[in-house]
Each structure stands twice: as structure tokens, then as C-alpha cells.
């Protein structure tokens, strides 16, 4: 069984901002892997993020002048015969992020694909495809709550879920 740690759009630091406590909790526990799917804002983020467990992320749209060569802008990886694409949202066409990302993955075979760039948090099933923006832990914008997401990957089975906090 693998727990993954999903995460976006921190846009830190900005001044005084840390993880919130909620995401220091999970990230001390076992989780296996995290996905941050874009704009850290700094790469102080990456840095301190992988201390926890193996990082897997992609550039956002705020994220140019620190990740322009080094984050890809999609990843695809495999964990337990789970297919996961992960974009942050911002490119190709469609009137939506959830219609963005889609798009960009869509020739992937992906099982899940993860992005961020809306803050708002989102879980729907496309298909054979589950699409899935954990939302924000620091940067909630226009939402009641932060939030983030844990998988959990078991025997090719997903179990996907939204945590959210004040």
C-alpha cells in the first residue's frame, strides 16, 4: 500500500507564511510520496517538501523564472499499476481546468491525472479517468477551507480524498 500526499498551489513563502499545521501532521506520518502539481513560488518549497518523501512536481504558471529548465510542465508516473499524469491546469485549450488538464493528458491512458492552478478543489470521474485538484493548503483563496489530498494506492485500487481545514 502507498500513501501519497497531493498538494498545490502553496504560492510560498510569502511573508510569514509556513505550512500550516494539518500538513505538517501528514507530512511527518508515513506517506510514501508527495505530487505537488505547481506554483510553489519558491524553491525553498521543493527543498523542504522533500525532506518528507520523494517529491514529484511540475511547474505552474507563477513557478517560470525558478523552474524554467528544471520541473517539467507534465509528469507521468507509474505506482502499483496506477497511471498518474499531473499538469497544473494553466495550458491548452478548454474553458475550464479540470477541461485543461484533461486535454493535456488525455492521450496519456492516465488513471488519475492531478492538477492545481484554480485553488478550488475537485474529484470527478472522466471515464476511465479520475481528475482530481487538491485544492489549496495555503492559498484558499475564494474557498470556505484550505485543503489538500492523500491516495492511497492498494493492490491497483485508488482511494482518493480531500482533507480539509481552517
Known amino acids: 500500500m502507498k500513501k501519497i500526499l497531493i498538494i498545490s498551489d502553496t504560492h510560498m513563502p510569502k511573508k510569514g507564511k509556513i505550512f500550516p499545521s494539518p500538513l505538517l501532521e501528514v507530512l511527518k506520518k508515513d506517506i510514501d510520496y508527495i505530487f505537488h502539481a505547481g506554483d510553489w513560488t519558491a524553491e525553498s518549497v521543493y527543498e523542504e517538501l522533500r525532506t518528507f518523501a520523494p517529491l514529484f512536481g511540475v511547474k505552474g504558471n507563477v ?66 479517468t479520475i481528475l482530481f485538484n487538491p485544492g489549496s493548503p495555503t492559498d484558499k483563496r475564494r474557498q470556505k477551507q484550505f485543503s489538500f489530498g492523500i491516495l492511497m494506492i492498494h493492490q491497483s485500487t485508488i482511494t482518493l480524498n480531500h482533507h480539509y481545514f481552517s
Open 63 to 128: 513557478d517560470k523564472e525558478i523552474w524554467s529548465n528544471t520541473l517539467p510542465e507534465k509528469i507521468l508516473v507509474d505506482i502499483e499499476d496506477i497511471k498518474i499524469a499531473m499538469v497544473h491546469g494553466h495550458l491548452g485549450k478548454g474553458r475550464s481546468t479540470p477541461e485543461r488538464a484533461y486535454r493535456e493528458c488525455e492521450g496519456d491512458s492516465a488513471d488519475l491525472i492531478i492538477f492545481g492552478h484554480s485553488h478550488i478543489p475537485f474529484h470527478e470521474r472522466k471515464g476511465s
